[in-house]
């Protein structure tokens, strides 16, 4: 018996309970799909009289194989390292990545975006300047174009996100520092270019209040992108006026943990746990060359592979489903603390 008429797929995959994806693919070749799964599909089919837009699908079918990865800063080895991951995924399941850096400049992301548009990509992968983002561009282009944004989230914007948990970055940091010696202080920039910066703080925070401990945040000047050069200026003027109020470091990023550990070695000072050190510092990403300072920094590391598997896995789902999924998703994966030297 008919109960109701159903204008599109997004409709039927809602009464059907069966994915969009997999309602994708039988349509394309009914023996695709296991035989439950097609039994249960046919059975839909006849309960609410659905027939799918056939002309809709073949034009699906002539989608580019095109993906457009989009980073904020491609000079940061950070996003070099992922954009090389998410590349591969890319290349694998045979899709044309092509990559884009906006050097942290709102105008040139707007240009790439725009541009992107145009070329009318099957889907794209978006890491945005985040604060310095152009909001409402951003949402303009989620609108038009498949996009799954990557590591920093724009509540309500694109299809989905993937990134890493900065609570877990600084947790487990910061629970370590505290058992292992002096409660850390915190080094991070006043006006930071990425917004993971600010939940890192939050986090930092919330995690001394509920170890009884008093926060010091130490807040050093400079913009942009240049992380090292700022680090190891704000570092300076620290140890030139004072020096750090304990004698553990938390940095809010390794690049900045790197330009410490450079002013450190200006002034004399020795780093790490043994005798006659000065500081310990620790910090949080696990930059590729973290493990090559002296001495090695110790860090709470992204999983690199899980989130760019994710990210992919997830935009492939979503240029399968027709570039809009029922609901937006947000998937984060945890850090993993690694010891090193410096702590």
């Known amino acids: 018996m008919v109960e109701r008429k159903l204008k599109n797929m997004e409709e039927f995959a809602a009464v059907s309970g069966i994915s969009r994806p997999t309602l994708s693919k039988y349509f394309n070749n009914p023996e695709s799909?296991?035989?439950?799964?097609?039994?249960?599909?046919?059975d839909a089919l006849q309960k609410y009289d659905f027939r799918p837009n056939i002309f809709a699908m073949n034009q699906n079918r002539k989608l580019t194989k095109n993906v457009g990865i989009v980073v904020p800063f491609l000079a940061d080895p950070f996003f070099t390292e992922i954009a090389r991951k998410l590349e591969q995924r890319c290349l694998e399941a045979g899709f044309h990545p092509t990559l884009y850096s906006a050097h942290g400049q709102q105008q040139l992301e707007n240009e790439i975006l725009d541009s992107l548009r145009s070329l009318k990509p099957a889907g794209v992968l978006l890491a945005p300047l985040g604060r310095a983002s152009d909001k409402l561009s951003v949402e303009k282009f989620c609108q038009d174009v498949p996009t799954v944004l990557f590591d920093s989230n724009i509540e309500g914007i694109g299809e989905a996100f993937v990134g890493s948990d900065n609570f877990s970055f600084v947790s487990q940091t910061v629970d370590y520092l505290t058992r292992t010696g002096e409660p850390p202080s915190f080094f991070e920039m006043r006006?930071?270019?990425?917004?993971?910066?600010?939940?890192?703080?939050?986090?930092?925070?919330?995690?001394?209040?509920?170890?009884n401990l008093e926060p010091r945040i130490l807040k050093i000047e400079g913009e942009g992108w240049a992380f090292e050069q700022i680090g190891r200026d704000g570092a300076l003027r620290i140890l030139e006026t004072g020096g750090f109020p304990t004698n553990t470091v938390l940095c809010s990023n390794d690049r900045l943990a790197i330009g410490l550990l450079s002013a450190c070695y200006e002034k004399g000072l020795r780093v790490g746990r043994g005798a006659g050190c000065a500081l310990r510092v620790a910090s949080h990403d696990d930059h590729p060359f973290s493990k090559f300072t002296c001495p090695s920094l110790t860090t709470a590391a992204h999983d690199y592979d899980s989130v760019s598997d994710h990210a992919f896995k997830t935009l492939n789902n979503l240029i399968e489903a027709g570039g809009r999924f029922a609901r937006r998703e947000e998937t984060v994966f945890s850090a993993r603390l690694v010891l090193r030297s410096s702590a």
């Open 33 to 42: 799909v296991r035989q439950t799964t097609r039994l249960r599909i046919e």
């Open 191 to 211: 006006t930071p270019a990425n917004p993971n910066a600010n939940k890192r703080r939050a986090a930092y925070e919330q995690l001394m209040a509920e170890h």
